[in-house]
């Protein structure tokens, strides 16, 4: 599993996307997170994209 935590050392809060198991960004709703991911997911199909709660991976 990996860590979430940035590296500049404070937990992410809200919403984080990751694509290929890499960090992308963070969204304060998981509305605009699932946006971001969708948009990636539609530039690229192949991608891996994942869209979960920061306080789930901390």
Do not use: C, H, W
Not at 10 to 26: K, L, N, T
């Amino acid at each position: 599993m990996q860590n979430a935590t940035p590296a500049r050392g404070s937990a992410y809060d809200g919403f984080i996307v990751e694509v290929g198991g890499q960090f992308v960004s963070e969204y304060g709703s998981l509305t605009a997170a699932l946006k971001a991911g969708l948009e990636l997911k539609q530039r690229d199909a192949q991608a891996q994209v994942k869209v979960y709660d920061a306080k789930d991976r901390a």
